[in-house]
C-alpha cells in the first residue's frame, strides 16, 4: 500500500457519459497530480494541484476538469467520454509543489468507454 | 512532443545477465527520477538524482545522471525475473530559469523481461 488511495480500480462506461475518478494522497503531502497512461502515449500530465490550488495543467482535455478540496483529497472529472478515453488513470501525490524530488503514485483507474 | 526518449523499448534477457537502459533529451533537468511499473499497479519510485554525475547504487541498480543533466542510465546486474518489468524515467524541468511545478515529463519506458 502506497499510501495514496485510488478510487473505484475499475470502470466502465458507455460513450457520452460523465464519470468521477477519486483520489486521497498520502497523508502529509499537499501536491495531487493526474496523469493519464495509454499504450501508445505513455504516462501523460494532466493537472497538478497544491494545497487546494491549481498549479500547473498539462495535456488536459476542455471536457475533462478536476479539484482539491479542503482535505486534500482530489477528484477528476471526466465527461462527454470518447472511446479514446479509455485508459488507467493514475493520481500521485508529494510534500512539495517545487522541486521534485519524487511521487508516490495510487494503483490507477483503470477507465473502459464502451 | 516526447522530451525523454528511452532505448531500448523492449529488453528480454537470460537470468544473470547484465543491461543498460538509457534516457535522454535535448532539454536539461533539474532532477531526473527512475520509477518501475508492474501490471496493474502504479509507478514505484526507484532513486532520484539530482547533481550532473551523480551515481547511485541500490543494490544491483547503478543510476547515472549525465554531467549536463540531460540523460541517465540504469545498469542492472545478473538481472532475477523479479526485476522484470517496465522501467521509466521522468524529469522535473526549471519553470523560467526559477523554480518548477513539481511536474514530470515520462519517458515512454522500456518494458524488461528476465527469463529464469
Known amino acids: 500500500d502506497s499510501g495514496v488511495t485510488q478510487t473505484p480500480k475499475h470502470l466502465i462506461t458507455a460513450t457520452g457519459q460523465r464519470v468521477t475518478l477519486r483520489c486521497s494522497p498520502r497523508s502529509g503531502d499537499l501536491s495531487v497530480y493526474w496523469y493519464q497512461q495509454s499504450l501508445d502515449q505513455g504516462l501523460q500530465f494532466l493537472i497538478q494541484y497544491y494545497n487546494g490550488e491549481e498549479r500547473a495543467k498539462g495535456n488536459i482535455l476542455e471536457r475533462f476538469s478536476a479539484q482539491q478540496f479542503p482535505d486534500l483529497h482530489s477528484e477528476l472529472n471526466l465527461s462527454s467520454l470518447e472511446l479514446g478515453d479509455s485508459a488507467l488513470y493514475f493520481c500521485?501525490?508529494?510534500?512539495?509543489?517545487?522541486?521534485?524530488?519524487?511521487?508516490?503514485f495510487g494503483s490507477g483507474t483503470r477507465l473502459t468507454v464502451v | 512532443t516526447q522530451l525523454l526518449e528511452q532505448s531500448p523499448q523492449f529488453l528480454s534477457i537470460q537470468e544473470g545477465e547484465n543491461l543498460t537502459v538509457y534516457c535522454n533529451s535535448s532539454?536539461?533537468?533539474?532532477?531526473l527520477q527512475w520509477y518501475r511499473q508492474e501490471p496493474g499497479e502504479g509507478p514505484v519510485l526507484l532513486v532520484t538524482?539530482?547533481?550532473?554525475?551523480e551515481v547511485k547504487k541500490l543494490k544491483r541498480l547503478t543510476f547515472q545522471f549525465g554531467d549536463a543533466r540531460k540523460d541517465s542510465s540504469l545498469h542492472i546486474t545478473a538481472a532475477q525475473p523479479g526485476d522484470t518489468g517496465l522501467y521509466l524515467c521522468a524529469g522535473a524541468r526549471f519553470r523560467d530559469g526559477s523554480g518548477n511545478t513539481g511536474k514530470l515529463i515520462f519517458g515512454q519506458g522500456t518494458t524488461l523481461q528476465v527469463k529464469p
Open positions: 500521485a501525490s508529494s510534500v512539495e509543489s517545487g522541486f521534485s524530488y519524487g511521487y508516490t
Open positions: 538524482v539530482v547533481t550532473g554525475g
Open positions: 532539454s536539461v533537468f533539474s532532477s
